[in-house]
């Protein structure tokens, strides 16, 4: 009774199974992707510009991180730790903890080390944003700070983002506190200040948004050729890649990047992530997903190597693994927008990264 139970219960698994002898279980529509590329050789030593990586102190104490940063990576910028709110916590009160740690390991290791950000809206500290005194006043207190990092750092931070996102989406210059105290010409006083500081550093502006948006990329390069006939001092921009799989077309990125090599400026590929689901119409990261986001990463690095090496000044990605991204608590959708798995795996993404150089 028992065995023709067995046997009866054989016959029937065998039926369920089609002519591969794989189960008839109808398939996933949505695969889970088979992480499992193994790369050949890792981005530092294929690329023959800087690969970047934002990061965090604290990250910085594991073994499993820093095997693969040190590995990878030959560039190192902040991810919030050398902004404002963090380093200037009072008028004369100076926080430099988490930016010595960062830095220091930058020294230790050999990588450089890519400031971000001086002046930034959204990294004001609330005793700035709330100063009650003079308009002189702030921008004697903006010009100090920007002095104060950019001697301090000296030549282990060779670069620092100057001005962060001054323009407004579809419009023209942001409302901000440095705007509406030191007035339209803010962003010119920023760059004269750290080149004052030290005629050597790499001054870049920074924004988000000029890839896809015309209006201000306009701003942007206008801007950039006022800064260019007056003299003020601007060595290279920053296009924030915060792209996903299916936008925008690579045309307009690479238009972006021959204006800036028309003018001559650095360019870095900064902030890099590629959000495959921008839609919020996947629930596990797809095989098909996995793909479009190799296939973008190469088109993406095609587009990087259209700049002379002498204006290519790197591209940075924004974060390591898929679970340190800002983008999951920003946009509130599951996401898996960078180049390793949070067990540390390489995704195709790093083999696209690898085949468009
Ligand atoms: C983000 C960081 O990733 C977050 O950890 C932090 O809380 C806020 O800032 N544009 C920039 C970056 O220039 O500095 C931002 O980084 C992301 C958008």
Redesign the pocket.
């Known amino acids: 009774m028992r065995y023709s139970f067995i046997i009866l219960l054989s016959i029937c698994i065998l039926a369920c199974e089609n002519s591969d002898g794989q189960s008839d279980t109808p398939t996933p529509t949505i695969p889970t992707v088979d992480a499992g590329y193994t790369p050949e050789v890792s981005l530092k030593e294929a690329a023959s510009f800087p690969v970047g990586m934002?990061t965090q102190a604290a990250y910085l104490d594991f073994f499993s991180y820093t095997d693969v940063l040190d590995k990878e990576f030959n560039s190192l910028t902040a991810?919030?730790q050398m902004k404002q709110n963090i380093i200037h916590t009072g008028p004369t009160a100076y926080n430099w903890g988490p930016s010595d740690a960062l830095v220091n390991y930058g020294r230790r290791k050999g990588m450089r080390v890519h400031g971000?950000?001086l002046v930034?809206h959204?990294s004001v500290p609330d005793w700035l944003e709330n100063f009650e005194g003079t308009d002189a006043e702030f921008e004697e207190i903006v010009k100090s700070y920007i002095q104060t990092v950019v001697n301090k750092y000296g030549t282990d931070v060779a670069s620092w983002d100057v001005v962060?996102?001054a323009f407004n989406d579809q419009g023209g210059i942001r409302e901000t506190v440095f705007l509406e105290r030191m007035g339209t010409d803010y962003v010119a006083k920023c760059f004269q200040y750290a080149r004052e500081a030290n005629p050597d550093m790499l001054l870049f502006y920074?924004d988000?948004g000029t890839v896809w948006d015309q209006a201000k990329l306009t701003n942007m390069l206008a801007m950039l050729n006022d800064f260019q006939k007056r003299g003020i001092p601007v060595d290279g921009v920053g296009l924030?890649m915060?792209i996903t799989y299916n936008f925008p077309e690579i045309s307009r990125i690479q238009f972006a990047v021959d204006e800036l090599v028309k003018r001559g400026l650095k360019v870095h590929f900064s902030?890099v992530d590629i959000r495959v689901n921008p839609d919020g119409d996947i629930s596990t990261f797809t095989g098909e997903r996995a793909k479009a986001q190799e296939d973008r990463m190469r088109e993406i690095v095609q587009a990087y190597q259209t700049i002379p090496p002498d204006l290519q000044f790197g591209i940075t990605f924004?974060g390591l693994r898929d679970g340190d991204s800002?983008l999951i608590n920003f946009w509130g959708n599951p996401e898996w927008p960078l180049l390793f798995t949070d067990a540390y795996q390489h995704k195709l993404a790093h083999k696209g990264f690898v085949e468009g150089l």
């Open positions: 934002a991810e919030y971000h950000a930034w959204q962060n996102e920074n988000y924030q915060h902030e924004w800002w």
